[in-house]
C-alpha cells in the first residue's frame, strides 16, 4: 500500500522576523497553535494520521495539545530547541523534552529550514531516522541535486527526503503547494505516489492563519487562512483510494 506523509513543522511563528518584522512571543504561539487546531479538526473528518516535527519550544507553552496530537494517533518528531537558534545540545534535549511531553518515543527530526545537520550528531541524540532533506535546486537556499531523491539509510541513520517530481526534481513541499495551480500539485504528486510508493510533503500550521498584517512577499502569502485549508482538502480527497493510506513516517520506516 502506498504512504502519504502530510508533514507539519510546528514551531514559533517567526518568518516575519526573516523579513524584518518584530512578532512577540504570545503570538508566535497563537499563529500556530490556531493554524494546528484547524489542520486537526481536517484530519479527524478524513481520519487522517501523520508525522508533525515539533520545537521544544513549542511543546513547552502548548502541553495540553501536545498531547491531544498524540492522543489522536499522529507523530510527534522533534523540530529542534528554537526555530530560529540551534546548537548541537539542542538535539538531545529537544527529543528528550518532546518524549517528556507526548510521552511517546521520539525517533525523528526536521532541521528548521532544512538546514544542514550532522548525522552523526543526530546518531548519539538517539534519533533512527531525518527528514531534512530536500533533494532539489533553490537558488539562495540549496543545492541537492547530487542527493538520491527517495528514502536511502546512511550509516548513522534512515534519511527521508521531502517528495521532488522524477523528472526535473520540482519540489512538493509548502511554497509549491501555495503557487503552482492546484491541478498541477495534485497531478505531481500522484506521479511520485504510484512512482516511489509513498509521498512526503510538509506545511507550516500558521499558514493557515490569516497572514494580510504582515508585510510578507506573496509567493509566500498569497494563498492563506481557510482558503489554503479548502485546498488541504482538496488534496487529501485527491489523494484517497483503497491504495493509498495516510501514515506516520515512523510506522512505514518500521516497516519497511
Request: glycine share 4%.
Amino acid at each position: 500500500m502506498n504512504k502519504i506523509f502530510l508533514t507539519f513543522d510546528l514551531e514559533e511563528f517567526d518568518i516575519p522576523e526573516e523579513f524584518g518584522q518584530t512578532v512577540d512571543f504570545q503570538t508566535k504561539m497563537r499563529m500556530s497553535y490556531e493554524g494546528m487546531e484547524k489542520v486537526l479538526a481536517l484530519f479527524r473528518k478524513y481520519q487522517v494520521k501523520t508525522t508533525i516535527f515539533c520545537t521544544a519550544c513549542y511543546a513547552e507553552n502548548n502541553v495540553e495539545q501536545i498531547k491531544r496530537i498524540v492522543a489522536e494517533g499522529h507523530e510527534i518528531a522533534s523540530h529542534g530547541y528554537y526555530h530560529s537558534a540551534f546548537e548541537v545540545d539542542d538535539l538531545r534535549k529537544s527529543r528528550e523534552k518532546l518524549m517528556e511531553i507526548s510521552g511517546q518515543k521520539v525517533t525523528g527530526f526536521r532541521m528548521p529550514r532544512l538546514q544542514p545537520v550532522s548525522y552523526s550528531e543526530l546518531q548519539k541524540a538517539g534519533y533512527q531516522y531525518d527528514s531534512s532533506m530536500n533533494p532539489t535546486f533553490l537558488p539562495g537556499r540549496y543545492n541537492h541535486l547530487d542527493k538520491p531523491r527517495t528514502v536511502y539509510k546512511l550509516p548513522e541513520i534512515t534519511i527521508l527526503p521531502t517528495s521532488v517530481t522524477p523528472i526535473g526534481r520540482i519540489p512538493l513541499f509548502w511554497l509549491g503547494f501555495k503557487n503552482y495551480p492546484a491541478w498541477y500539485f495534485q497531478f505531481a504528486a500522484k506521479r511520485c505516489l504510484k512512482k516511489d510508493g509513498y509521498l512526503s510533503l510538509y506545511f507550516h500550521p500558521w499558514e493557515f492563519c490569516d497572514l494580510s498584517a504582515y508585510q510578507l512577499p506573496t509567493y509566500v502569502k498569497r494563498i492563506d487562512n481557510d482558503k489554503l485549508l479548502k485546498r488541504l482538502e482538496n488534496l487529501i480527497l485527491a489523494l484517497q483510494s483503497p491504495e493509498n493510506q495516510f501514515s506516520t513516517i515512523d510506522s512505514f520506516l518500521i516497516s519497511s
